[in-house]
T-cell receptor
Framework: QKEVEQNSGPLSVPEGAIASLNCTYS??????FFWYRQYSGKSPELIMF????GDKEDGRFTAQLNKASQYVSLLIRDSQPSDSATYLC?????????????FGAGTRLAVHP | EAGVTQFPSHSVIEKGQTVTLRCDPI?????LYWYRRVMGKEIKFLLH????????ESGMPNNRFLAERTGGTYSTLKVQPAELEDSGVYFC??????????????FGSGTRLTVV
């Protein structure tokens, strides 16, 4: 069983819609969760992190965490074609002053005009 | 602030040859990480440095891989001898020491290694 699982997609949504990206994890020792966006051939770029149950909003992005269900999601409101990328979910195990991140394989999002 | 820099961006080598990848972290970041993404798979942890010391190298695939971080600044990852299965994108990332565990990494743009 993979430690962090994501649907590979592609997830296709029309411009202006809400894109919902999901992630499940198996390690209950993971304390924080990170969403990275990666454009083709580019480096992963941190969008948001979350560590408490519930929702965390930042602009058009909302991260949701449910530790009981071991489930993390990222909602993108008013999706734009520029949001088309691969979204990576990562779980963080914090120890000794650093986070060891375990990544999912990523979900490809395609926003079409 | 300069980001994490990796060199080269691409490398094509023959099986059995040696390749050395370099990473320059963000200045002041004590934590430096190497990750690898093999085609179609998730990004996987290779190892972690705190300054010049290897903190965790549990992800290193085998003894053909050698990582160093001279003086706690830049890091190199050497693959010797390279095998076909070593092909992939090697990412370096860095972060400041954190007490909260809520800091993500800053990634470099990666080195795409192709072994033929």
């Amino acid at each position: 069983q993979k430690e962090v699982e994501q649907n590979s997609g592609p997830l296709s949504v029309p411009e202006g819609a809400i894109a919902s990206l999901n992630c499940t994890y198996s390690d209950r020792g993971s304390q924080s969760f990170f969403w990275y966006r990666q454009y083709s051939g580019k480096s992963p770029e941190l969008i948001m992190f979350i560590y408490s149950n519930g929702d965390k909003e930042d602009g058009r992005f909302t991260a949701q965490l449910n530790k009981a269900s071991q489930y993390v999601s990222l909602l993108i409101r008013d999706s734009q074609p520029s949001d088309s990328a691969t979204y990576l979910c990562a779980g963080g195990a914090f120890s000794g002053g650093y986070n060891k991140l375990i990544f999912g394989a990523g979900t490809r999002l395609a926003v079409h005009p | 602030e300069a980001g994490v820099t990796q060199f080269p961006s691409h490398s094509v080598i023959e099986k059995g040859q040696t390749v050395t990848l370099r990473c320059d972290p963000i200045s002041g970041h004590d934590n430096l990480y190497w990750y690898r993404r093999v085609m179609g798979k998730e990004i996987k942890f290779l190892l972690h440095f705190v300054k010049e010391s290897k903190q965790d190298e549990s992800g290193m695939p085998n003894n053909r891989f050698l990582a160093e971080r001279t003086g706690g600044t830049y890091s190199t990852l050497k693959v010797q001898p390279a095998e076909l299965e070593d092909s992939g994108v090697y990412f370096c990332a860095s972060s400041q020491e954190t007490v909260s565990g809520y800091d993500g990494y800053t990634f470099g743009s990666g080195t795409r290694l192709t072994v033929v």
